[in-house]
């Protein structure tokens, strides 16, 4: 396996569920459901390593997004995109 990018708070992700090709027969709108911001990292303590991320649109606080979940379900939180 080969090092494709860094992450780094502030590094936009596109989530994909089963591969990374099925981004490429989905609309602009579905992109933008899928578009997400790398917003923190937490401690390093194995086998608890993990990448926060928050939708590119949400506005609040991270301060008030609470914990998260550790899995994620591209269908549960998404937003109407206009474009």
């Not at 579905?30 to 506005?59: C, D, G, W």
């Amino acid at each position: 396996m080969t090092l494709s990018s860094i992450l780094k708070s502030g590094t936009m992700v596109l989530i994909w569920k089963n591969n990374s090709e099925e981004l490429r027969d989905i609309t602009n709108i579905e992109l933008m459901k899928r578009l997400y911001k790398v917003f923190k990292f937490n401690e390093p303590a194995p086998p608890t390593i993990y990448v926060y991320l928050q939708h590119h649109l949400e506005s609040r606080p991270d301060s008030e997004l609470g914990d998260g979940e550790k899995e994620f379900d591209p269908y549960k939180y998404q937003m109407s995109v206009n474009i």
